[in-house]
């Protein structure tokens, strides 16, 4: 089993910055990729960013020059930095991780509970 704790979340007023983070730990063989979600209230779930073990980096269009995402593969952490927060960044963050774990192995895509983030005008 591969488990991810995100931390970061918060209520912040437009224009401020937040940082999210989350560490996966378990059966870990190795971590292909990782990335956030997020879900705001009424509509479904998108990408926000992903990042692969390799570093290649994918954002959606509407937080390009916003957002960055990095990892640090020594502690299994991916990180969202979010700055100039607008109120339509208001949502539920997840992350997400795809990659192989034993105990036997095989493939895990597996899901954070969630980090809110507000983002008041």
């Known amino acids: 089993q591969v488990l991810l704790v995100e931390s970061g979340g918060g209520l912040v007023q437009a224009g401020e910055s937040l940082r999210l983070s989350c560490a996966a730990s378990g059966r870990i063989v190795s971590i292909n990729v990782m990335g956030w979600y997020r879900q705001a209230p009424g509509k479904q779930r998108e990408l926000v960013a992903t990042i692969s073990s390799a570093g290649s980096t994918y954002y959606t269009d509407s937080v390009k020059g916003r957002f960055t995402i990095s990892r640090d593969n020594a502690k299994n952490t991916v990180y969202l930095q979010m700055n100039s927060l607008k109120p339509e960044d208001t949502a539920v963050y997840y992350c997400?991780?795809?990659?192989?774990?034993?105990?036997?192995?095989?493939?895990?895509?597996?899901w954070g509970q969630g980090t809110q983030v507000t983002v008041s005008s």
């Open positions: 997400n991780a795809q990659g192989w774990r034993w105990g036997p192995l095989e493939n895990y895509d597996t």
